[in-house]
């Protein structure tokens, strides 16, 4: 399998109400055999950049490689042909043949173009591939007469015939219902790794991304925010930004009052790495790294406050805490501690501090 890599990646959208710039500047790389997922809220940019990567649409500046390969450079000018990269692709509506059975939807691919190959090998491509979905045996249904998620297969199927030397996706389970995606994801992830795929995967759900990428791929109006393995992003994000899309945080704003203590709208908080006396900081926690007590224990950074709101979400509840300076939201797994007085601590281990003013810089690995 091929890895691939992409420099200084631009791309501007002309329209007659301006320009877009929709990629500024992207570095990025997906290793052979690596399951990379871009994750950016909506207009990021993500499918732009595919769709760059794969040659369907072309970019103003920078480059891109397939393995050694430059399929696309703007000095000197080169652009080689989506069909002459070899990608297999699955789109958002995936784009099945509703006219054509299984079998002629996976071998259209095959049949066309450059590629075109003997029927024969077609035929042995088309059933190793449909095999790999779990869908031999249906090789004759006429496409419209599957579900959803066997259609999203066959949509998977034929991207996997073509024997790509990486596959590209842009929220391909996005049609499916909540209990389909997890368990159609989890096949695609299994896939994936069982033929030792090269994959660029697209989505703007973070738990999607984090079930299933070996590296995220943070993106935000067209830069490439922080690269990294899902728990890298969830727990040291570079800055509030990525924090705050991988899952609610609660933020403090707090000056530094001496070593390793920091005034908050809590209390003063006991904080690692709080050095410089006098200086600002914002304090990130996670709602689940709040320990709710019914008595106080004494512990460090412990403080009083009020549930106000309690809400049952099965395995777990999500309960607001309501103390003097500030409302915060934590996790609770376990006994339920109603309303009322309640007692909590905050481990400063589980703190995650930034700096105001401090610029989340760019990775280029
Ligand atoms: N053909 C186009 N012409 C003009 N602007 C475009 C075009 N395609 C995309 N854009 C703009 O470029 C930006 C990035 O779009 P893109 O489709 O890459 O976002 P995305 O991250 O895939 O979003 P989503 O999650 O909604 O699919 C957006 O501001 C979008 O409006
Ligand atoms: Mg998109």
Redesign the pocket.
């Given at each position: 399998m091929t890895g691939l890599s992409v420099r200084g990646l631009t791309k501007v959208?002309r329209?007659k109400s301006g320009s877009?710039h929709?990629l500024r500047g992207i570095d990025m790389r997906v290793e052979p055999g690596e399951f990379c997922v871009l994750l950016?809220?909506?207009?990021?940019?993500?499918?732009?950049?595919l769709r760059c990567v794969a040659g369907l649409e072309k970019p103003d500046s920078g480059e891109i490689r397939l393995g050694d390969r430059i399929v696309f450079s703007d000095n000197p000018k080169t652009f080689v042909s989506a069909e002459d990269r070899g990608f297999g692709m699955v789109f958002q509506s995936y784009a099945i043949w509703p006219h054509m059975t299984v079998f002629e939807n996976v071998a259209l691919p095959l049949l066309h173009g450059k590629r075109k190959l003997l029927r024969q090998e077609v035929r042995g491509r088309v059933a190793h591939a449909l095999r790999l979905v779990q869908l031999e045996g249906l090789q004759d249904r006429p496409a419209p007469q599957l579900s959803g998620g066997q259609q999203q297969r066959v949509a998977l199927a034929r991207a996997l015939a073509v024997n790509a030397q990486a596959l590209l996706m842009d929220?391909p389970l996005s049609n499916l219902d909540a209990r389909l995606r997890e368990s159609v994801r989890y096949e695609i992830r299994e896939l994936a790794k069982k033929l030792n795929s090269t994959v660029l995967y697209?989505t703007?759900d973070q738990v999607e991304a984090m079930a299933l990428a070996d590296r995220i791929l943070l993106?935000g109006e067209?830069r490439l925010l922080q690269s990294g393995r899902p728990h890298e992003l969830y727990e040291k994000p570079i800055d509030p930004a990525v924090a705050e899309f991988l899952g609610t945080m609660n933020w403090l704003s707090g000056k530094i009052r001496e070593r390793g203590f920091v005034q908050t709208e809590l209390g003063l908080l006991r904080v690692h790495g709080a050095e410089k006396v006098g200086s600002e900081l914002l304090l990130g926690i996670r709602p689940e790294d709040i320990r709710l007590k019914p008595v106080p224990s004494g512990e460090i950074n412990e403080f009083r406050g009020e549930i106000v709101d309690n809400t049952y979400l099965g395995d777990h509840r999500l309960c607001k805490l309501k103390t003097p300076g500030k409302t915060m939201v934590a996790k609770l797994v376990g006994t339920d501690m109603g309303y009322g007085t309640v007692h909590f601590q905050v481990p400063e281990e589980r703190i995650v501090v930034f700096h105001p003013n401090h610029k989340g810089k760019e990775e280029s690995k």
């Open positions: 959208f329209t877009v929709a950016g809220s909506s207009g990021s940019g993500k499918t732009t950049l929220e697209v703007h993106i067209g």
